[in-house]
């Protein structure tokens, strides 16, 4: 079963850059559909990015599509993603997530939702102060 952990948030100025990591061990991570998602203060867990198994096809969420970019390198067994130009809406807690699901370009919206996923990792903060 493969355990998840996140890396990479911090404080980063509006219109800045950050490049958050998702480690996978216990499985390799290239056999899972992973997703980003991220949660602020009383708000509901927002699904934000996926990678396919297969073939690495990407999809994002309207929210961060043209700034956001999830990528998988296999041979390191991790997954990360690009933060370009972000703004302080884009504060919150972000976590990776693993799922056996075949991610399609028919289902894709399914896979940034959260019950797509069993595997989470415990999450890094990111804040982008206004």
């Known amino acids: 079963e493969v355990q998840l952990v996140e890396s990479g948030g911090g404080l980063v100025q509006a219109g800045g850059s950050l490049r958050l990591s998702c480690s996978a061990s216990g499985s390799r991570i290239a056999d899972y559909a992973i997703g980003w998602f991220r949660q602020a203060p009383g708000k509901e867990r927002e699904g934000i990015a996926c990678i396919s198994s297969s073939d690495d096809s990407t999809y994002y969420a309207d929210s961060v599509k043209g700034r956001f970019t999830i990528s998988r390198d296999r041979a390191k067994n991790m997954v990360y993603l690009r933060m370009n130009n972000v703004k302080p809406e884009d504060t919150a807690v972000y976590l990776c997530?693993?799922?056996?699901?075949?991610?399609?370009?028919?289902?894709?919206?399914?896979?940034?939702?959260?019950?797509?996923?069993?595997?989470w990792g415990q999450g890094t903060q990111v804040t982008v102060p206004s």
């Open positions: 997530a693993a799922s056996r699901g075949e991610l399609l370009d028919g289902n894709w919206r399914q896979f940034l939702t959260p019950h797509e996923y069993d595997h």
